[in-house]
């Protein structure tokens, strides 16, 4: 059995780890929320190139020629793994952010 002071100073500590769990979160938020126009920039840009690309098929449609549908497929990937890449450096920075706050707040 916990005695009396052991349960009381496990609540304390669990109530600790609420406040630094809700700061840690608190803190992502805000980094969400300062990149959400950087993300809304990413959505135009793929939407620009979702557009070139449409439009790259239907001109090789009517063209019905290998090439043009080769270079579309090649610039299909190139603009995807371009995109995989934004994503993967705003993860990164993401992660980079939550790691600092953790360092910061043990240091405090």
Known sequence: EM????????????????????????????????????????????????QFLQHHQTQSAEAASATAQQNAVAQAAMAQQYLQHQKAQSAEAASATAQQTKAGSCNG
């Open 3 to 50: 005695t009396q002071k052991q349960a009381s100073t496990s609540a304390a500590t669990m109530k600790q780890q609420q406040q630094q769990q809700q700061r840690e979160q608190q803190q992502a938020l805000l980094y969400l929320q300062n990149h959400h126009y950087l993300q809304n920039q990413q959505a135009q840009e793929l939407e620009l190139i979702q």
